[in-house]
């Protein structure tokens, strides 16, 4: 699954015309499948959770499960790839002309002991917690990751030489063995430029490398924290204008229709708390995913041909967990409920919801 993950909106030109395969994965498939994915509505590409989206939607595809077997194939494939006998100076440069990479060391998360995430407030209380970082290979040309890796603790420097060579070698499929022409390393990787110098210095030209100088690390910091902040405000102005159409046609008893645009908020909800970088902008966003997933719910259990409360209860109970301080969360999972002839369990949630209303943490 994981070469799934990335970006396929660069399938139209980095790789040779007469492969038929790309990375192990059918260039015909793979173009069929991003023809029917609906581009990504901010930057009108294919991105990377438009393509996940689509093939969770369309399991029973045959075309989605057979590329799902060639890239299962194929990841194994790259797991096999051995990097210290790969012959590193017999590549030329990346397809892409001019291309440049991005070498970047983030931090991602706390962690337990069995790798679950833990909230920074509570972790003094959580027996071995440990930082996860990400490494991660930024093509900066199209912006897609050619390899992603997690790491608990700061890695070594043998960890990140490695990292870098199967950037090189064995990249997420459909990208293949390849150099750019230029490789910039962030200035947090300072510390192992020793190891990494020696192997970066014998690759061929044209290629070049260097490390982000302070002032250059701080420019693509405000750039990422800008572009950050402009995304998450244009997806949750879309979803609220998704959001209001779902209102309409639920008013008009268009369960269709409004089920269709209460799905397209979420999508953009989920796009915006990707994007979110303040705890406030996380916690607005959680509440209004609450918010649209109880007014879904709604609209499959309105009157008539076509009720889905099984789809309601779902919904509901999915918004109870993005926000337990939502009421209606609570009413949508007890009507569908009873609905479906769950009496004891409506009564139930009826109970957590007067629990709430009495300590006043309801909304």
Known sequence: MAPLTRPFKSLHSPYPRNEEKVGGLDRELLLKIS????????????????????????????????????????????????????????????????????????????????????????????????????????????????????????????????????????????????????????????PHIATLAPFLDTLPAPFAWKVESPRLAQTFGNISYAGEEFRFRAYTLLSQKAKKAGDDAFGAKDRAVAVKAYGEALDHLDEAMRESHTEEQEQNTKRLIAICLSDRAAAYMLEGEGMEPALALSDAEEAEEADPSHLKAYHRQAKALQLLGEHGKAREVIKRALKLTKTGDSK
């Open 35 to 190: 023809k029917n994915v609906r581009p990504n509505a901010i930057t009108g590409h294919v991105e990377t959770e438009d393509f996940k989206r689509y093939m969770f939607e369309h399991l029973d595809s045959p075309d989605v499960q057979c590329l799902l077997s060639q890239a299962n194939l194929a990841t194994q494939g790259l797991k096999d790839v051995d990097v210290s006998r790969f012959d590193f100076t017999s590549l030329g440069p990346a397809v892409v002309p001019k291309s440049s990479w991005w070498i970047k060391l983030s931090f991602a998360w706390l962690v337990d002991a069995e790798g679950r995430t833990v909230d920074p407030e509570v972790a003094h209380t959580v027996p071995g917690v440990q930082q996860l970082f990400t490494l991660s290979c930024h093509d900066l040309g199209d912006d897609v990751e050619r390899l992603v890796q997690d790491v608990h603790g700061l890695p070594k420097s043998s960890d990140v030489l490695k990292f870098i060579q199967r950037c090189i070698a064995a990249p997420f499929s459909p990208f293949l063995p390849a150099l750019p022409n230029f490789l910039l390393l962030s200035i947090k990787l300072q």
